[in-house]
Each structure stands twice: as C-alpha cells, then as structure tokens.
C-alpha cells in the first residue's frame, strides 16, 4: 500500500514537473515565398523564367518544453500560405486542337502567373535563449491542401510549320488554375475564342484551365508533401511576448515532372518534353507570437 502511494505522489510530481516546463503558444505573421527553380533558356542561353517573392500569410499553435531555463525544444502546427510570382518570356508554340486533329505553331509565349499554394506546416526545432534573443533551428515537414493560379497568356507571332508558315493571329487567355480539381483539356467559363489557323477556325475557352493543353493526362502539377530546413532569430519583448525572423528551405521537388511540361519547346516527336528538374519552396517568415 506504501509502494503504491509513494508510486502515486511520484508519478504526480512528475507531471506536475512536465507541466512547470511546457509552454503553449500562439502566433501569425507574414510569409515572403518564392520557388527556388532553374529557368528554360532561349537557344542563347538567354533566361526565359522568372520566379519573384509573393506575399501570403501563417497562422497557427506552438508547443515547447524547456530542458532549462536557456534551452528547449519547439513544434508547431500552421496554416501556411506560400507560391510564386511567376513569368515566362520568349519563343514558344502553341497547340491549336479540333475534331480529328491538332496544329502545332511556333511564336512568342508570354505568362503571368500567380500561384497560391497552402499548406499545413509542422516544424519541429530545438532553441536556446540569450538574454531577450532566443536563436532556434530544426527541420519541417508540409502538406498541401489548396493549389490555385491566376494570372494571363499571350501568344504573339504565330506561324505553322514551314513550308507553308501561315501566320496566326495574335491571343490573349485568361489563366484559372484549380491545380487539384481542374479536368484535362478543360477551359473555365463560358466565354469563347474563334482562332483561325490554317484556314481553319477553331473555337476554343477564353479561360484556360490548369491543364487545358493535357487532354490526354490526369497528372497533377505538385506534389502533397514538402519538408525541409528551418531556421531563425526572436526577441522577445516581454517574457511572454515576441517577434521573429526565420528561413526555410525546402528539399523536396514541389513540381510532379509527369506534369511539368516545356513552355518553350516540344519534343523530336511534337509531343511535350517534361523537364526532370528540381523546384524548391523558399521563404521568409516575419512573426509575432504569444507563449504561455
């Protein structure tokens, strides 16, 4: 009976000790992303892609437990908002399809793309306290739950194939990319095009889905999972209040190469070329948050 009461108040202290030193908190703050990926080039060596910062947003719990008064570990759980402002310029082509049959043209392809990515994040990270600054660092790992896009094309230049090199009228879509729900060779919308190639009008969307020019493909464009390196600074402005800093890294390839085709060139056979390449989330968080 001794045993179990002197277990009892044992397994309480414990606890109790385990209590003293977790800490749950809060926090949101301002996401600065961008894709870390290689560009197409023209036949140059000339850059045709860009990949800018855009600005999104997180929002979400935190959990530590503190070894000591100057050393811990820390989880979190966010909604994160990340993507890229993206844009191709440069030669390109254009598959025109009808009933029966497809025409491929060669012009100048110019894409302004936003994209939206979410994902919930977990962090996991160890941290040490110096004075009022507080340095931590550690791994995360990401799953996606929304991907979308928006932004416009214009296709300039357009000619068919030589020896007939028919000129095609200049093309202005609008681009509206659910990347998860989109069906292949699908527009959005009602609103409708007349093309004429090669003697040919062809009807297509105004608006272009995420995979319009896939008819024939139910790939999608990312993948679910990201992880990565995290790492960053704080100062905390009372003992419980804070603002910080940090960077993160991503190692996996965000993009599904099945689904990430060529904006500048088709294959020897005038199907799409996938690229075999590596896209990568980087971003930098700027936080406020509130420990308990």
Known sequence: MQLKITGVLLFCLLSFGLQAQLRYGFKTGLNFSR????SEQDANGKNLE??????????????????????????????????????????????????????ITT????????????????????????????????????VLVQ???????????????????NPVADVEYNLSYNYRRDDPGKGIGTDQLLVKVDARNIQMPKTLGAYYDFPDSNSKAFNNFDYGLIGGVAYYLSSSLYAGVRVQYGFADLTNNSADASKGSLDNTGNFRFLDDKDHNFQIQASVGFSF
């Open 35 to 38: 894709f870390s990926a290689p």
């Open 50 to 103: 860009t990949f800018e910062n855009i600005t999104g947003f997180h929002i979400g719990m935190t959990f530590g437990y503190n070894f000591t008064d100057h050393f811990g570990v820390r989880g979190e759980l966010l909604y994160s908002k990340k993507g890229v402002k993206y844009s191709f310029d440069g030669p390109s082509f254009r598959v025109f399809r009808y009933d029966g049959g497809r025409t």
């Open 107 to 142: 012009g100048n392809s110019k894409y302004l793309l936003k994209i939206n990515n979410a994902y919930f994040d977990l962090p996991v990270m160890a941290f040490a306290r110096l004075g009022d600054f507080e340095v931590s660092g550690g791994v995360y790992g990401s």
């Open 147 to 165: 991907t979308i896009g928006e932004g416009s094309l214009s296709y300039t230049g357009g000619k068919t194939a030589a020896p007939l090199n």
